[in-house]
């Protein structure tokens, strides 16, 4: 069954669904800001991460996943993985109450990182940029994060270009 008809009839708990297609060694680590209040998610293959993300994935990997599964199981074994700053909702907050939220986050986000050792970091939207910066101080990992526009509102092309040239200097490197 594809996820998006699994995820349309079930309920989703977001981490059960996240630690589903985490991988063994994380290379490589994006970290959101949060998992959305709609009840869309990256790992439910509903979102605009998911499907901004996957384009990105298909124009560096010149190659195209014949369904969602396949497309998660490739980023497992890549070494692909989602984090979230924090793991609830934020977006349906006000502006204090999400800026409070996101500093909240940052200890247990910094505990997260240090157990998982990414080699690449990067961080969308680029607005909790600090947060996630001050959490690598707090985890030790001294690993310079790439800030990518979030793909909404206008920015879909520019957040496809920038993942993609991260992807790129990520699968260069050794």
């Given at each position: 069954m594809r996820l998006r008809?699994?995820?349309?009839?079930?309920?989703m708990n977001t981490e059960e669904l996240r630690a589903r297609y985490r991988p063994h060694r994380i290379r490589v680590l994006l970290v959101g800001e949060s998992p959305p209040a709609g009840g869309t998610f990256f790992y439910a293959a509903n979102s605009n991460l998911y499907r901004h993300t996957r384009?990105?994935?298909e124009s560096v990997?010149?190659?195209a996943w014949p369904d969602e599964e396949s497309f998660f199981d490739f980023l497992r074994?890549?070494?692909?993985?989602?984090?979230?700053?924090?793991?609830?909702?934020?977006?349906?907050?006000?502006?204090?109450?999400?800026?409070?939220?996101?500093?909240?986050?940052?200890p247990a986000l910094a505990n997260r990182i240090a157990t998982l050792r990414p080699k690449a970091?990067?961080?969308t939207p680029k607005a909790i940029a600090q947060n996630v910066t001050r959490s690598?101080?707090?985890?030790?990992i001294e690993v310079e994060p790439s800030m990518?526009?979030?793909p909404a509102m206008g920015?879909?092309?520019?957040?496809?270009?920038?993942?993609?040239?991260?992807?790129?200097?990520?699968?260069?490197?050794?």
């Amino acid at each position: 069954m594809r996820l998006r008809a699994l995820y349309a009839v079930v309920p989703m708990n977001t981490e059960e669904l996240r630690a589903r297609y985490r991988p063994h060694r994380i290379r490589v680590l994006l970290v959101g800001e949060s998992p959305p209040a709609g009840g869309t998610f990256f790992y439910a293959a509903n979102s605009n991460l998911y499907r901004h993300t996957r384009e990105a994935f298909e124009s560096v990997f010149d190659r195209a996943w014949p369904d969602e599964e396949s497309f998660f199981d490739f980023l497992r074994e890549y070494g692909f993985f989602l984090e979230d700053l924090c793991l609830e909702p934020v977006n349906g907050m006000t502006s204090s109450e999400r800026r409070r939220a996101r500093t909240l986050g940052e200890p247990a986000l910094a505990n997260r990182i240090a157990t998982l050792r990414p080699k690449a970091i990067a961080v969308t939207p680029k607005a909790i940029a600090q947060n996630v910066t001050r959490s690598l101080a707090a985890a030790g990992i001294e690993v310079e994060p790439s800030m990518l526009p979030f793909p909404a509102m206008g920015w879909q092309s520019a957040y496809v270009t920038a993942m993609a040239n991260f992807l790129r200097s990520v699968t260069s490197s050794p």
